[in-house]
């Protein structure tokens, strides 16, 4: 026992003594996080230790293993030291005078705070908010972001790599109105792009319009495709509803009638008939909308004749379609070649065609041709695909592809791509993001740091806000890096300068380059760090995703969902389904959060345990 004694007074003196090395740390802390950076620092330093042996002796004694001290890590320790002082002299229990500094339940308040001022109140019946990523539609339909304030949307995502800012201020100006009218708060939450690395544009592919008819099965059409003739048209707005859509000269749709027949061959020389039912704005030949039985890929510049009772009264042939590009299909053992994107407005003429084992697509940072180097291991597409690099030059990559589907696996333009091993030295804020941010600035609540990966990245973006009069914006933390991880703690110490902060963990990226095997641990350490510095955390990526996109959950991200009890606010992404996910994971949290409190198993009432010898036998 008195071993034990000695040991938990070393453990606090450890925790004295990181205090005291960054007692700068301190003073820099705004006031409100004062205490925060304090407890922080004696977390890290209990953490420094490995203290499985002290954990297993004290709860053989049945006291605190120390296991859920983030929140008040110097109290808790006192608290413990004084029991096994009483312990060792044999004299009654007192407990220790009221501490000065955080004890679990003043932590637990302050993070509770913080979290309000960051994320806003927290509703009621729930602690932990709902943040939901706006579709482009959530600008033109006020309805839609109203449904999912009204389904329990706490906080909204704006992700400014997509859309514009016309866009996103329409989307605002919806959750705004939406707030107002239900009664209910919504934060605004602008996530800047970073330098996020994307493969660029393929130029390989064909303008091309495909259309497909759904059948029984036995193969019986249950449904023609129904497909738009359009005249003077290069899109498909203010279409009726339809499965496609073909641009044609006037000539050919003035005189069509209901009941003519249209035919054309598509791209696989596949003769198809084309049956008029509709036609509209007839004085100017605008538009008719055919039926067809069979499905087909039809080129730009295919010709099109109009039949009236077999007989031939027009031919024409269709327009400018949308292009459609042909995404690379790589297998193991493929060599991919990696080339800096052409600048915005060169028209220089797309790649020559190589072989299949020579494929080429291009990307979008140009430093990865600095920094990468041959072995290093790199993922495109969330991971989907991998490979290691096997020669570097100015002006390409090469990568021999040792992970792909069975048939191969698909690469398009617009994917990420992964260097878990390549520093890029380059930061977080993007020029693209500092324009960005004179938006933000004005019209946000909370802005989010993409790719943070060193306390400098922190630091920047206070300047930039200060630049703009908004030094007290909520900040957002997004760990998505190997890099962001391991300087997590100095991270925090920068972050917690101006209030308030908190932390997204951004599992999607941050899997593929610490590895998936390690995420679990990887996240977990995330949360107690986070507590310990008494930072809000938002759980994020994929969250519900097969049910926000299909209307069915899975059965392991409905686990997964409620272990975001753990956390402050639960990111959603984007889908058809999205109001039934933001419903369904408003029960979710309702019903879990009587069960955990951070780490913390709470011990309500359970009806399964209401059992007897009667019921039993």
Same mark, same amino acid.
């Given at each position: 026992?008195? *071993?034990?004694?000695?040991?938990?007074?070393?453990?606090?003196?450890?925790?004295?003594? $990181?205090?005291?090395? #960054?007692?700068?740390?301190?003073?820099?802390?705004?006031?409100?996080?004062?205490?925060?950076?304090?407890?922080?620092?004696?977390?890290? =330093?209990?953490?420094?230790?490995?203290?499985?042996?002290?954990?297993?002796?004290?709860?053989?004694?049945?006291?605190?293993?120390?296991?859920?001290?983030?929140?008040?890590?110097?109290?808790?320790?006192?608290?413990?030291?004084?029991?096994?002082?009483?312990?060792?002299?044999?004299?009654?229990?007192?407990?220790?005078?009221?501490?000065?500094?955080?004890?679990?339940?003043?932590?637990?308040?302050?993070?509770? =705070?913080?979290?309000?001022?960051?994320?806003?109140?927290?509703?009621?019946? +729930?602690?932990?908010?709902?943040?939901?990523?706006?579709?482009?539609?959530?600008?033109?339909?006020?309805?839609?972001?109203?449904?999912?304030?009204?389904?329990?949307?706490?906080?909204?995502?704006?992700?400014?790599?997509?859309?514009?800012?016309?866009?996103?201020?329409?989307?605002?100006?919806?959750?705004?109105?939406?707030? %107002?009218?239900?009664?209910?708060?919504?934060?605004?939450?602008?996530?800047?792009?970073?330098?996020?690395?994307?493969?660029?544009?393929?130029?390989?592919?064909?303008?091309?319009?495909?259309?497909?008819?759904?059948?029984?099965?036995?193969?019986?059409?249950?449904?023609?495709?129904?497909?738009?003739?359009?005249?003077?048209?290069?899109?498909?707005?203010?279409?009726?509803?339809?499965?496609?859509?073909?641009?044609?000269?006037?000539?050919?749709?003035?005189?069509?009638?209901?009941?003519?027949?249209?035919?054309?061959?598509?791209?696989?020389?596949?003769?198809?008939?084309?049956?008029?039912?509709?036609?509209?704005?007839?004085?100017?030949?605008? %538009?008719?909308?055919?039926?067809?039985?069979?499905?087909?890929?039809?080129?730009?510049?295919?010709?099109?004749?109009?039949?009236?009772?077999?007989?031939?009264?027009?031919?024409?042939?269709?327009?400018?379609?949308?292009?459609?590009?042909?995404?690379?299909?790589?297998?193991?053992?493929?060599?991919?070649?990696?080339?800096?994107?052409?600048?915005?407005?060169?028209? *220089?003429?797309?790649?020559?065609?190589?072989?299949?084992?020579?494929?080429?697509?291009?990307?979008?940072?140009?430093?990865? #041709?600095?920094?990468?180097?041959?072995?290093?291991?790199?993922? #495109?597409?969330?991971?989907?695909?991998?490979?290691?690099?096997?020669?570097?030059?100015?002006?390409?990559? %090469?990568?021999?592809?040792?992970? =792909?589907?069975? *048939?191969?696996?698909?690469?398009?333009?617009?994917?990420?791509?992964?260097?878990?091993?390549?520093?890029?030295?380059?930061?977080?804020?993007?020029?693209?993001?500092?324009?960005?941010?004179?938006?933000?600035?004005?019209?946000?609540?909370?802005?989010?740091?993409? #790719?943070?990966? +060193?306390?400098?990245?922190?630091?920047?973006?206070?300047?930039?806000?200060?630049?703009?009069?908004?030094?007290?914006?909520?900040?957002?933390?997004?760990?998505?890096?190997?890099?962001?991880?391991?300087?997590?703690?100095?991270?925090?110490?920068?972050?917690?300068?101006?209030?308030?902060?908190?932390?997204?963990?951004?599992?999607?990226?941050?899997?593929?380059?610490?590895?998936?095997?390690?995420?679990?641990?990887?996240?977990?350490?995330?949360?107690?760090?986070?507590?310990?510095?008494?930072?809000?955390?938002?759980?994020?990526?994929?969250?519900?995703?097969?049910?926000?996109?299909?209307?069915?959950?899975?059965?392991?991200?409905?686990?997964?969902?409620? $272990?975001?009890?753990?956390?402050?606010?639960? $990111?959603?992404?984007?889908?058809?389904?999205?109001?039934?996910?933001?419903?369904?994971?408003?029960?979710?949290?309702?019903?879990?959060?009587?069960?955990?409190?951070?780490?913390?198993?709470?011990?309500?009432?359970?009806?399964?345990?209401?059992?007897?010898?009667? =019921?039993?036998?």
């Amino acid at each position: 026992m008195s *071993a034990l004694r000695g040991e938990l007074k070393e453990l606090r003196a450890s925790c004295l003594a $990181m205090e005291t090395e #960054f007692r700068e740390s301190i003073a820099q802390a705004c006031p409100e996080s004062r205490e925060s950076v304090r407890n922080l620092l004696h977390y890290l =330093a209990l953490r420094k230790h490995d203290l499985r042996d002290v954990q297993t002796r004290l709860a053989a004694l049945g006291l605190s293993s120390l296991g859920r001290l983030e929140s008040g890590v110097l109290t808790g320790i006192d608290a413990v030291i004084a029991i096994v002082d009483a312990l060792v002299a044999q004299h009654p229990f007192r407990p220790a005078p009221p501490p000065e500094g955080l004890d679990h339940r003043s932590g637990s308040d302050v993070l509770t =705070a913080h979290a309000e001022d960051l994320l806003g109140p927290s509703p009621e019946g +729930r602690a932990v908010r709902i943040m939901v990523t706006m579709p482009s539609e959530a600008a033109r339909s006020y309805e839609l972001v109203k449904s999912m304030v009204e389904a329990g949307m706490d906080v909204m995502r704006v992700n400014c790599a997509h859309d514009a800012a016309d866009d996103w201020k329409c989307m605002i100006d919806h959750a705004r109105r939406a707030s %107002q009218e239900l009664g209910k708060p919504c934060k605004v939450l602008m996530d800047l792009a970073g330098p996020k690395l994307r493969t660029g544009a393929i130029h390989r592919g064909s303008r091309v319009m495909h259309w497909r008819v759904r059948r029984n099965v036995r193969g019986t059409v249950t449904s023609p495709a129904r497909i738009c003739l359009v005249s003077g048209h290069s899109g498909s707005e203010a279409l009726p509803p339809c499965d496609a859509w073909l641009p044609v000269p006037h000539s050919l749709l003035l005189p069509a009638r209901p009941g003519d027949i249209l035919k054309l061959t598509d791209a696989r020389g596949k003769n198809r008939t084309l049956t008029v039912t509709e036609t509209a704005n007839q004085a100017s030949g605008q %538009q008719c909308v055919c039926t067809c039985e069979k499905s087909a890929w039809v080129l730009s510049g295919a010709e099109v004749s109009l039949l009236r009772k077999g007989e031939t009264i027009g031919t024409g042939h269709v327009g400018d379609l949308p292009f459609v590009e042909e995404p690379l299909r790589l297998r193991v053992g493929d060599i991919l070649t990696l080339t800096p994107e052409a600048p915005p407005g060169d028209e *220089a003429s797309p790649p020559p065609s190589r072989r299949r084992h020579e494929l080429q697509i291009s990307c979008t940072l140009p430093e990865v #041709f600095s920094t990468a180097l041959p072995g290093q291991p790199i993922f #495109f597409d969330d991971g989907m695909i991998g490979g290691r690099i096997r020669e570097v030059h100015p002006d390409r990559i %090469q990568v021999g592809i040792t992970h =792909a589907g069975d *048939a191969g696996s698909r690469l398009g333009s617009a994917k990420g791509i992964n260097l878990p091993e390549t520093a890029f030295g380059i930061g977080a804020l993007t020029a693209k993001d500092k324009l960005d941010l004179d938006f933000v600035a004005q019209h946000a609540d909370l802005v989010g740091l993409s #790719f943070v990966r +060193r306390p400098e990245d922190v630091t920047e973006l206070h300047r930039e806000l200060a630049k703009h009069g908004n030094t007290r914006m909520g900040i957002v933390l997004k760990i998505e890096s190997r890099p962001g991880f391991d300087h997590l703690p100095l991270i925090m110490l920068a972050a917690l300068r101006q209030y308030p902060a908190g932390i997204m963990v951004a599992r999607g990226d941050l899997a593929i380059e610490a590895g998936f095997e390690r995420l679990a641990e990887i996240q977990e350490e995330i949360l107690w760090l986070s507590e310990a510095a008494h930072m809000p955390v938002i759980w994020a990526t994929q969250v519900l995703d097969t049910l926000a996109r299909t209307g069915v959950p899975s059965r392991a991200e409905v686990t997964d969902a409620a $272990m975001g009890v753990r956390a402050e606010c639960v $990111m959603l992404n984007k889908g058809p389904h999205i109001l039934d996910a933001v419903t369904f994971l408003d029960h979710i949290l309702h019903r879990m959060q009587d069960h955990h409190i951070k780490k913390r198993s709470m011990l309500r009432r359970l009806a399964v345990a209401q059992v007897s010898h009667v =019921a039993g036998s």
